[in-house]
């Protein structure tokens, strides 16, 4: 996943770092947010939602339809995105992955294979493969002293300041996002709280598929330009997140969002021995995934499991 | 083309056999013994790249570049089973794809070695023209020439391919069927199922899981091979990570857990991705040849999906024998 | 002895199940290990034969360390765990339930059915006449060729026994035996715990929660409680002995009153 680069002016370390925390922070929000409703599908329909990128690649692409093609401005655009990637993602429980509950792990994953493909190839006969963008002129720089940012950047971080926030204050405030977290932690001991087990797996899809619709935006707005393979090659590194939080834990993944989004930049940083080629960011994730796998499966949130 | 076009038919069977031997590749490892791998096509595309990598730029001869290949294959099972056998069935699949996407972002971030993303062709650097399969057509031409002499008419390439091909298809799944109702199948297929039972039995289970790994790598790997020398260029697109998932509908079309149903699988599966990019009638004539790509995904999607919801034991097999109850 | 425990400890997240545990079992014995629920009974086997690994503490059978082994290797030692719900391969045949677990099968060796298939098949036959042998004696004769899935409760115990048997082992670990069993099934699974011993000289350690069966064929009990060892003598000194007693009825249980 490629931040489009400002330059850095001269050859100041500290702006690089500077600039790189900004990058960081907003790859990091797009993987948390996005992770949080990962993780919790996870943890309340015990799914492995492998189509959950195709819900970001839908989110850009109905905020492009609204954007360029109805000519509606940002803000009209993500809200629209937002929501319709929320009736996707609710739309295909209903149709499709409640009437095949219970199938086992493995059936499952499938199945959600099979509907993100789905998925992925009608925005690709639709919309066509060529490379799109929002309608933001990227060519501007806001020039804020110690770092640049695009318009695009600052789109991003004005989502970021809103949804982090709102989503941190949802789960930790609100009834049902309390109820969804202990759905996640515990299936049976929150049945037996008395909470709707069912209404929370209903609104964990719209949850997942709202964070998405914002994800999916960012991630438009952010890159500059998109194609219809925005989401699988987000996909990976959406499922490091949940796992480096912990596979369940909503505040893991938020942790764990930001941890790797971070983590990421700040390894291009010029002050750890030259830093790493950009290139190879993703190649960091992947070694976290596997580290992870290997030696602490439960991520920093997770539960460690017994036999 | 069109369905009377014998070319069609016979690209069919090739691909059709190709798929065939890389779905028995995940047969060994899942429907024997319970392992979810969903990044089955790095086997593939790891043995493909050993060996064009030794034949163009080492010289090397193609049997032995072949066997480097599956060599390949082996060790990126053992590296990627060592860590990954332990875990549980969700963690495994993500390790899995984990594993398929390192090889595939590897190829195409490793021009200087892979040629990147332009593939094979750019293996020896930009303005050369890297092909190592001379020595496949060449042997390919040979039978043709035996063959000719043989019966008169002297058959095409692909009519030869395709023979070879499905020759080694059906050797191999008798082989795979024979160890299935073996000891070692059997302890496989009580893995699949509850692999705690089987260590209390005695047996080291991880040592297992690997086998099965390393078998079904190998199987992948001649496909991926077999693939190569087929199309002749290949970039890491050709391995994308969709072609696990073809393998995995294979299976389910022709019928999970028989050996024996995977031709079925393969020929029906062969039949959508060389009619939607070849035939040219009706619904299919509204979508130009760039859009059938997608159609023919989206359609891999669909019947994922369909097949799992409406007939799991596919085609051929029966409900009872179910085993996607994990 | 034969299996000699010493200073067994494990920790779950800061609750200590087991904690420094100490114990001896000698071959040919049948010993119980009894204790009020979560006591760590059957973690303490778990421990044992290989499934989890202890923080503290050694483990010795037959003069061999195994500690912090895996389980099978455990298992081949000749110390053969049974399960408290007992894990049978529902889609395999009961015949196949039991020779999956016969020792020393060249067939498992994944090229040897494809390289020498008349040994394999050798090896076959004679296995599969151990374990017809085996079904027989646990008179499941007529279930032979049925799927284990469709056995009740008790009979899995008896082919989860017939599994456990196949690999000649030294000492048997029975986890709570009697749970869940009709009673018929019961009397015939006590009588073969029984035979094991008199006939095959098999070791039994046993976990149960029914006093009136310990009491009745246990030479020795162990029972813990709370992670630690209280008590440790003929099952007529526990019975007698005022902590085991405290400890029961601690938890409303009276060890006199058989579930």
New interface residues.
């Given amino acids: 996943m490629a931040i489009v680069p400002i330059p850095v002016s001269g050859a100041l370390v500290l702006q690089q770092l500077a600039q790189l925390v900004v990058n960081g922070l907003i790859t990091g929000t797009i993987l948390a947010l996005t992770g949080v409703g990962v993780t919790l599908v996870f943890g309340i329909q015990r799914i492995a939602n492998f189509a959950h990128g195709e819900y970001l690649t839908f989110a850009a692409y109905v905020g492009l339809l609204v954007n360029t093609g109805l000519s509606q401005n940002l803000v009209v655009a993500t809200i629209v995105a937002v929501a319709a990637t929320a009736l996707l993602a609710v739309g295909l429980h209903f149709a499709v992955l409640r009437p095949l509950a219970g199938r086992g792990l493995v059936a499952t994953s499938l199945i959600t294979v099979g509907l993100g493909l789905m998925v992925r190839d009608v925005v690709f006969l639709v919309a066509g493969p060529r490379i799109r963008k929002l309608n933001i002129d990227q060519t501007a720089v806001f020039d804020l002293g110690f770092f640049r940012i695009s318009p695009g950047q600052a789109v991003a971080i004005a989502i970021t300041l809103v949804a982090a926030p709102a989503v941190a204050w949802f789960l930790a405030r609100t009834t049902i996002g309390k109820s969804m977290r202990a759905v996640a932690d515990n299936r049976d001991l929150a049945a037996v709280a008395g909470i709707d087990v069912e209404r929370m797996g209903t609104y964990v899809w719209l949850l997942a598929g709202a964070l998405a619709g914002v994800g999916g935006i960012m991630f438009a707005v952010v890159q500059g330009t998109f194609d219809p393979n925005l989401g699988f090659e987000v996909l990976f590194l959406i499922f490091t997140t949940v796992v480096l939080g912990g596979i369940g834990s909503a505040y893991g993944a938020l942790a764990g969002g930001f941890i790797l989004g971070l983590a990421m930049e700040l390894s291009t940083w010029q002050g750890f021995f030259g830093g790493l080629e950009a290139r190879f960011k993703p190649v960091l994730a992947f070694v976290t995934l596997i580290a992870l796998l290997l030696y602490r499966p439960q991520g920093l949130f997770g539960k460690?499991r017994?036999? | 083309m069109d369905l009377g076009n014998p070319a069609f038919w016979l690209f069919v069977a090739v691909i059709a056999g190709i798929y065939g031997i890389m779905a028995l590749g995940l047969y060994v490892q899942f429907s024997l013994a319970g392992l979810p791998n969903f990044g089955h096509v790095a086997f593939m595309a790891v043995a493909a790249y050993a060996m064009a990598i030794l034949v163009v730029r080492y010289d090397a001869p193609l049997v032995l570049a072949g066997l480097a290949g599956l060599v390949a294959a082996v060790i990126l099972a053992l590296v990627m089973g060592l860590p990954a056998l332990r875990l549980r069935a969700d963690y495994l699949a993500i390790a899995t794809v984990a594993g398929g996407e390192i090889v595939r972002y590897l190829a195409m971030n490793l021009p200087d070695l892979t040629g990147g993303p332009i593939g094979s062709i750019g293996m020896l650097g930009p303005g050369n023209i890297a092909m190592f399969n001379g020595g496949w057509q060449a042997f390919l031409d040979a039978i043709r020439a035996a063959l000719g002499r043989l019966l008169g008419p002297v058959p095409t390439r692909d009519a030869v391919m395709a023979a070879l091909v499905w020759a080694s298809l059906v050797v191999l799944i008798a082989?795979v069927h024979?160890?299935e109702r073996?000891?070692?199948?059997?302890?496989e297929?009580?893995i699949r199922?509850?692999e705690?039972?089987?260590?209390?039995?005695?047996?080291?289970?991880v040592a297992?899981k690997m086998?099965a790994l390393v078998?079904g790598a190998i199987l992948g790997g001649l496909a991926g091979i077999l693939l190569a020398l087929e199309i002749g260029v290949f970039s890491p697109d050709d391995y994308s990570p969709t072609l696990t998932f073809y393998a995995y509908l294979i299976l389910i079309l022709g019928g999970m857990n028989r050996a024996w149903a995977i031709p079925l699988g393969a020929v029906l599966f062969s039949l959508l991705y060389s009619g939607t990019r070849f035939l040219n009638f009706f619904p299919l004539s509204l979508f130009d040849s760039g859009s059938r790509a997608f159609l023919r995904l989206f359609l891999v999607g669909a019947l994922l999906v369909a097949f799992m919801a409406f007939r799991p034991q596919g085609v051929l097999g029966n409900r009872q024998?179910l085993?996607l109850e994990k | 002895m034969l299996l000699s425990v010493s200073g067994l400890t494990k920790s779950?997240?800061g609750v200590r199940a087991v904690d420094d545990v100490s114990f001896d079992v000698a071959e040919g014995s049948l010993t119980a290990l009894i204790g009020p629920n979560g006591a760590g009974k059957t973690t303490a086997f778990?421990l044992i034969?290989g499934?989890?690994r202890p923080d503290h503490g050694s483990v010795r059978f037959a003069g061999k360390p195994i500690a912090g082994r895996?389980?099978?290797?455990v298992?081949?030692h000749g110390l053969?765990?049974?399960?408290q719900t007992p894990?049978?391969?529902?889609?395999?045949t009961v015949l196949?339930n039991v020779?999956?677990?016969a020792?020393d099968?060249?067939?498992?060796?994944?090229a040897?059915?494809?390289l020498m298939p008349r040994r394999?098949r050798r090896r076959?036959a004679e296995i599969r006449a151990r374990a017809t042998g085996l079904i027989e004696l646990l008179r499941l004769g007529p279930l032979s060729n049925a799927f284990a899935g469709t056995l009740s409760g008790g009979q899995r115990k008896l082919l989860e026994l017939g599994?456990a048997l196949i690999?000649e082992p030294r000492m048997i670990l029975l986890d709570e035996p009697m749970a869940g069993v009709a009673p018929v099934l019961a009397g015939e699974l006590l009588g073969h715990i029984r035979t094991l011993r008199a006939e095959r000289g098999v070791t039994v350690f046993l976990i149960e929660h029914g006093m009136d069966v310990v009491m009745s064929i246990s030479e020795r009990v162990i029972v813990m409680d709370e992670g630690r060892v209280i008590a440790d003598g003929t099952p007529a000194a526990v019975q007698a002995s005022e902590r085991v007693i405290e400890a029961y009825l601690g938890r409303a249980q009276s060890p006199a009153v058989a579930p």
């Fill in positions: 460690a017994v036999l | 082989l024979r160890l073996s000891p070692w199948g059997r302890v297929r009580g199922e509850d705690t039972a089987v260590i209390a039995a005695g047996k080291n289970v297992f086998q078998l024998q085993l | 779950f997240g778990n034969s499934f989890i895996r389980g099978d290797v298992a081949r053969v765990r049974m399960f894990r049978v391969l529902t889609r395999m196949e020779m999956l677990a020792p099968q060249p067939g498992e060796r994944l040897m059915p494809l394999v076959e599994r690999a």
